[in-house]
T-cell receptor
Framework: AQSVSQHNHHVILSEAASLELGCNYSYGGTVNLFWYVQYPGQHLQLLLKYFSGDPLVKGIKGFEAEFIKSKFSFNLRKPSVQWSDTAEYFCAVNALNYGQNFVFGPGTRLSVLP | NAGVTQTPKFRVLKTGQSMTLLCAQD?????MYWYRQDPGMGLRLIHY???????AKGEVPDGYNVSRLKKQNFLLGLESAAPSQTSVYFC???????????FGQGTRLTVV
């Protein structure tokens, strides 16, 4: 089955540590890729997106992600996390050959310790 | 700008009752989506619509129906609620597949 997977269910880091959250998808063909963040008690907000061009995309709040087509991956990174980055992070894929649905991964909960 | 608005924000239903969740967007978006969010399972797509008058099934459509009679509104119905439908429901909209989606604030539904 086509799917989106995220490597870690829960990540715990200290402030200033570097972050990398993995995302893999199993759709072939052209894909649009997204990372969303959900702060406690809030709705999802877009962090960054990739449609085409430079595979390294920069988003808000110092986040970036790299699209590696050969690995079907779109990993999220941040060089130095802050306590305020504590949230749940979702990778999402729109696979243009598989209709117009918009599929999310299961999410990774990030806890940053002060 | 209102963006995407969901009503109600909270609801408690008894098993077997019916209800409709309303999603309204003021951005003239063509695409609208209903998801449910459960702990450890992320967001799962229930139904979606690619334009006024169209609907399609997502990953978990059973027990739900939808309608898109007006472009700005996407309704999610539960005909006979079950405890397994206790969840947080999110609506999203976007202009087209090449753009990011905007999400509503969510509806927390409890079925007892």
């Amino acid at each position: 089955a086509q799917s989106v997977s995220q490597h870690n269910h829960h990540v715990i880091l200290s402030e200033a540590a570097s972050l990398e959250l993995g995302c893999n998808y199993s759709y072939g063909g052209t894909v649009n890729l997204f990372w969303y963040v959900q702060y406690p008690g809030q709705h999802l907000q877009l962090l960054l997106k990739y449609f085409s061009g430079d595979p390294l995309v920069k988003g808000i709040k110092g986040f970036e992600a790299e699209f590696i087509k050969s690995k079907f991956s779109f990993n999220l990174r941040k060089p130095s996390v802050q306590w305020s980055d504590t949230a749940e992070y979702f990778c999402a894929v729109n696979a243009l050959n598989y209709g117009q649905n918009f599929v999310f991964g299961p999410g990774t909960r990030l806890s940053v310790l002060p | 700008n209102a963006g995407v608005t969901q009503t109600p924000k909270f609801r408690v239903l008894k098993t077997g009752q019916s209800m409709t969740l309303l999603c309204a967007q003021d951005m003239n978006h063509e695409y609208m989506y209903w998801y449910r969010q459960d702990p450890g399972m992320g967001l799962r797509l229930i139904h979606y619509s690619v334009g006024e008058g169209t609907t399609a099934k997502g990953e978990v459509p059973d027990g739900y129906n939808v309608s898109r009679l007006k472009k700005q509104n996407f309704l999610l119905g539960l005909e006979s609620a079950a405890p397994s439908q206790t969840s947080v429901y999110f609506c999203a909209s976007r202009r087209d597949p090449s753009t990011a989606a905007f999400f509503g604030q969510g509806t927390r539904l409890t079925v007892v």
